[in-house]
């Protein structure tokens, strides 16, 4: 069974300033997709960024970076400049290739300070 | 373009009864799978609906009941509400022919049992 693992429970930083979110994964797959999910107060899970195992280059989404690295089965999200509206729980999330479900981890809150 | 819809926002019922929720998917979404985010937790599947079958089951009892329309919508049914069962919600929607993998969510439902 395929889990996901969020150490970080809370973090904050700084407006403008750049945060890492950690997130490792286990699986036998070869192949499959990475997701970050972001849920401010409000409760909708926005879909961040998403990531295919097969692909080297990290995907990127204006300030929202990933660091992927399949060897050590680790998905890292990079926010540079946050915002205050970056203040939400994010979940890392893991889908297998012929998969239909979304494996969530635990989730870390993020709190962006002005 | 209408993203995910769900209703009700909230529901209070108590111990024994029955609930259904219901779910609209993304305009182009034929697939529709449920997910259950207990309070400060990642959510958890409960299964997916394509094509009016359940595709696929998470480890939820058979309280946890489904059904999906020929338009696409979706419901959920609980029968016998335990107390455990008071959670969030979210239902997600994506497209069986092109990404997939990508699930959009819906604000969810929030539901307490008394």
């Known amino acids: 069974a395929q889990t996901v693992t969020q150490s970080q429970p809370e973090m904050s930083v700084q407006e403008a300033e750049t945060v890492t979110l950690s997130c490792t994964y286990d699986?036998?797959?070869?192949?499959?997709?990475l997701f970050w999910y972001k849920q401010p107060p409000s409760r909708q899970m926005i879909l961040v960024i998403r990531?295919?195992?097969?692909?080297?280059q990290n995907a990127t989404e204006n300030r929202f970076s990933v660091n992927f690295q399949k060897a050590a089965k680790s998905f890292s999200l990079k926010i540079s400049d946050s915002q205050l509206g970056d203040t939400a729980m994010y979940f890392c999330?893991?889908?297998?290739?012929?998969?239909?479900?979304?494996?969530f981890g635990a989730g870390t809150i993020l709190r962006v300070k002005s | 373009d209408a993203g995910v819809t769900q209703s009700p926002t909230h529901l209070i019922k108590t111990r024994g009864q029955q609930v259904t929720l219901r779910c609209s998917p993304k305009?182009?979404?034929?697939?529709v799978s449920w997910y259950q985010q207990a309070l400060g937790q990642g959510p958890q599947f409960i299964f997916q609906?394509?094509?009016?079958?359940?595709?696929q089951r998470g480890n939820f009892p058979d309280r946890f009941s489904g059904h999906q329309f020929p338009n696409y919508s979706s419901e959920l049914n609980v029968n016998a509400l335990l107390l455990g069962d008071s959670a969030l919600y979210l239902c997600?929607?994506?497209?069986?022919?092109?990404?997939?993998?990508?699930?959009?969510f819906g604000p969810g439902t929030r539901l307490l049992v008394l």
């Open positions: 999330a893991f889908m297998p290739e012929y998969g239909n479900k979304l494996v």
């Open positions: 990531q295919e195992a097969y692909k080297q």
């Open positions: 699986t036998s797959e070869n192949n499959y997709y």
């Open positions: 609906y394509y094509e009016e079958e359940e595709r």
């Open positions: 997600a929607s994506s497209s069986m022919y092109g990404g997939r993998e990508t699930q959009y």
């Open positions: 305009s182009g979404h034929d697939t």
